[in-house]
């Protein structure tokens, strides 16, 4: 059993009934967010880049908590140096936790943090993860790339998380190739209308999916999805 929630933007709480997690954990400041930051109780957080609307909350719940950050090299050092537990990891790399495997994807991004918004944490990624029998694919931010076909070819993909917001990242068309690439079972469109400069409509996203095999499921912010 998997449950995953959109806790709104890109951050996406999953939980297998004995281990929980959440991915880029910006929940303090953002508009679409329902649960306060710290109200999250998790055994680990994957942060997929520096960026405030990423790595949001993450040190805060890291430090409260004792979750484990799982982190490209660099981000997971900034996040240790500001006193967070981290797991370094690398894109292409994966390991064994006790919730299941989890994988360093590409992203094409930019990766920083800090007060400045500067500071240098490396490359972003995307992560794939198994859990409670599922596997999961956030991509974070990320424009479209053709290796995605290879990602849904070594990982078959029960949910796939994706931005369609545009400006940052992919758009919906592009988000809609992305899914043709990946093959998940079903995809969700994630990183749009939390601010007007990334207003995107996920109907549309939706409608451009209609006979694709793939089913579109569109979450609203703290709803929940069962697999
Ligand atoms: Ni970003
Ligand atoms: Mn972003």
Not at 158 to 187: C, E, H, S, W, Y
């Amino acid at each position: 059993m998997l449950k995953v929630t959109y806790l709104g933007h890109s951050c996406v709480y999953a939980t297998d009934g004995k281990h929980k997690l959440i991915v880029d954990p910006f929940l303090t400041g953002n508009p679409q967010a329902t649960v306060p930051a710290q109200d999250i109780d998790v055994d680990y957080i994957l942060a997929t880049h520096g960026h405030g609307d990423h790595l949001g909350d993450a040190v805060e719940i890291s430090k409260r908590t004792g979750a484990t950050i799982i982190a490209p090299n660099e981000l997971a050092n900034w996040v240790s140096l500001r006193g967070a537990d981290a797991h370094n990891m690398h894109i292409g790399g994966s390991y064994q936790f006790e919730f299941g495997r989890v994988k360093l994807t590409i992203a094409h991004h930019g990766s920083s943090a800090g007060e400045s918004g500067l500071e240098y944490t490396g490359n972003p990624c995307g992560f794939v993860f198994d859990m409670g029998g599922k596997t999961v694919y956030h991509t974070g931010d990320t424009g479209l790339f053709l290796d995605m076909k290879l990602i849904g070819e070594l990982h078959p993909i029960d949910i796939m998380f994706l931005p369609i917001g545009d400006n940052f990242t992919m758009g919906v068309d592009d988000a809609v190739r992305a899914v043709q690439f990946v093959k998940p079972k079903i995809a969700v469109p994630i990183h749009y209308n939390t601010w007007e400069i990334i207003a995107a409509d996920p109907n549309e996203f939706a409608r451009k999916l209609q006979s694709s095999g793939v089913k579109v499921v569109i979450l609203n912010p703290n709803q929940s999805l069962e697999l």
